[in-house]
């Protein structure tokens, strides 16, 4: 079975502290995502990366970074946390071309 | 530009019945198409994908969903619905090509599926 492990499940946070989200995919696969779910809105994609030390911006990049330096782990960097941040982080890996599988999301709180 | 619609916030229908949640997408050429389920504080699971052929195609739990292309839709159904079923359902179109950006998903907005005794 493919899993996708994330480093948390709930974080608390202040305004203004960098934030680490990391995750884990113990299947080999090529490519990793990081994607934000908020009522109403679905998902979104923040950043994405097809191969070690690759990344691209995906639809929400703003405020956020990402780090993939082991194909697989890929960090999503909060550099600033904002109150607007607060939200359900999802993680995504899958070998290219085939399904998308997610990890069991960080709910993230900024206060 | 690819997207999804998926109309209908909220479905309930009563254990036993049918029930149906809608998507419909746009994207230009022919499209990956899938559905992933979501339970409370969880991760989403895949549910099933259309590729290409049967335009039925089946899935986990006894889901299935119907792909047409005339309406580009892809309703997912399941002939009787249990209170497990009870869930959000997320509906994502992906272009076909496989490799970098190609693999980008595109999710709807989500429907919260409730069945009631």
């Known amino acids: 079975d493919v899993k996708v492990t994330q480093s948390s499940r709930y974080l608390v946070k202040r305004t203004g502290e960098k934030v680490f989200l990391e995750c884990v995919q113990d299947?080999?696969?090529?490519?990793m995502f990081w994607y934000r779910q908020d009522p109403g809105l679905g998902l979104r994609l923040i950043y994405f990366?097809?191969?070690?030390?690759?990344?691209e911006k995906g639809d929400i990049p703003e405020g956020y970074s990402v780090s993939r330096e082991k194909k697989e782990r890929f960090s999503l960097i909060l550099e600033s946390a904002s109150t607007n941040q607060t939200s359900m982080y999802l993680c995504?890996?899958?070998?290219?071309?085939?399904?998308?599988?997610f990890g069991p999301g960080t709910r993230l709180l900024v206060l | 530009a690819q997207s999804v619609a998926q109309p209908e916030d909220q479905v309930n229908v009563a254990e036993g019945n049918p029930l149906t949640v809608k998507c419909t997408y746009s994207?230009?050429?022919?499209?990956?198409l899938f559905w992933y389920v979501q339970y409370p504080n969880r991760g989403l699971q895949f549910l099933l994908k259309?590729?290409?052929?049967d335009n039925l195609v089946k899935g986990s739990y006894g889901f299935e969903a119907e792909f047409n292309k005339s309406q580009t839709s892809f309703h997912l159904k399941k002939p009787s619905a249990l209170v497990s079923d009870s869930a959000l359902y997320f509906c994502?179109?992906?272009?076909?090509?496989?490799w970098g950006g190609g693999n980008k998903l595109t999710f709807g907005t989500g429907t919260q599926l409730k069945v009631e005794l």
């Open positions: 994502a179109v992906r272009p076909r090509e496989s």
């Open positions: 994207v230009s050429g022919n499209p990956y």
């Open positions: 259309y590729i290409t052929g």
């Open positions: 299947m080999d696969h090529e490519n």
């Open positions: 990366s097809y191969d070690v030390k690759m990344k």
């Open positions: 995504a890996s899958n070998p290219s071309g085939e399904t998308q599988y």
